[in-house]
Nanobody, 115 residues
C-alpha cells in the first residue's frame, strides 16, 4: 500500500528556514518522479519542485530558495526551505508521479510564515 507522510512544518518568521520530510512506504521513491506541491488558503494546488533520477526542477516562485533532495536509504523525500516569505504560507504535500497527474499524495504539513 502506497503511503506518504509529511513532517517538519511549523511557524517561522520571514527570512527563516524549515526542512520538510516525506516518508514513503509501499514503493521505492528513487524509481519515480517525486514532487512537492502546496496549497495556500483559498488557492489551488501549486507545484513547486520535482526530482527524477538526478534531475531537479523548481517553480520560479521558489527557485534559489528551496532545495529538493532524496534519501534513498531512508526512502524519504526532503525539501529545504530558506529565505521564507509570508506568501510561502501553505499546506505542503509530497506527491508521486507526473506533474498534475499525481498517483498518490500525503496528508500535508502546515507551513506558516509570519512575524
Amino acid at each position: 500500500q502506497v503511503q506518504l507522510v509529511e513532517s517538519g512544518g511549523g511557524l517561522v518568521q520571514p527570512g527563516g528556514s524549515l526542512r520538510l520530510s516525506c516518508e514513503a512506504s509501499g514503493f521505492t521513491i528513487r524509481l519515480y518522479i517525486m514532487n512537492w506541491v502546496r496549497q495556500a488558503p483559498g488557492k489551488g494546488l501549486e507545484w513547486i519542485s520535482s526530482i527524477s533520477g538526478g534531475t531537479t526542477d523548481y517553480a520560479d516562485s521558489v527557485k534559489g530558495r528551496f532545495t529538493i533532495s532524496r534519501d534513498n536509504a531512508k526512502n524519504t523525500l526532503n525539501l529545504e526551505m530558506n529565505s521564507l516569505k509570508p506568501e510561502d504560507t501553505a499546506v505542503y504535500y509530497c506527491a508521486k508521479g507526473f506533474r498534475n497527474q499525481y498517483s498518490a499524495r500525503g496528508q500535508g504539513t502546515q507551513v506558516t510564515v509570519s512575524s
